[in-house]
């Protein structure tokens, strides 16, 4: 299995929180999530050529209430 490369990420409080919430949805941990996520969207490039959404450089707008 090959090693796996430690990333230092940082996160806005609010994506944070939402991805956290996202992750205990899914029964994962945050880095589990973001691990999966991350995944998803180089799948999706390499199966089409393209990002998975087309403003993927804007900045996100997270409400969370």
Same mark, same amino acid.
């Given at each position: 299995? *090959? $090693?796996k !490369? #430690? +990333? @230092?990420l940082?996160?806005?409080?609010k994506l944070y929180n939402a991805i956290a919430a996202w992750a205990e949805d899914d029964f994962?941990? +945050?880095n589990g #999530? %973001?691990?999966y996520l991350l995944t $998803?969207? +180089? !799948? #999706?490039r390499k199966k089409d050529g393209k990002y998975v959404g087309q403003d %993927?450089? *804007? @900045? @996100?707008? %997270? !409400? %969370?209430e």
């Open positions: 299995m *090959a $090693e !490369k #430690q +990333v @230092p940082r996160l806005s409080e994962r941990s +945050v #999530q %973001i691990e $998803e969207c +180089v !799948k #999706q %993927i450089d *804007a @900045p @996100p707008d %997270i !409400k %969370i």
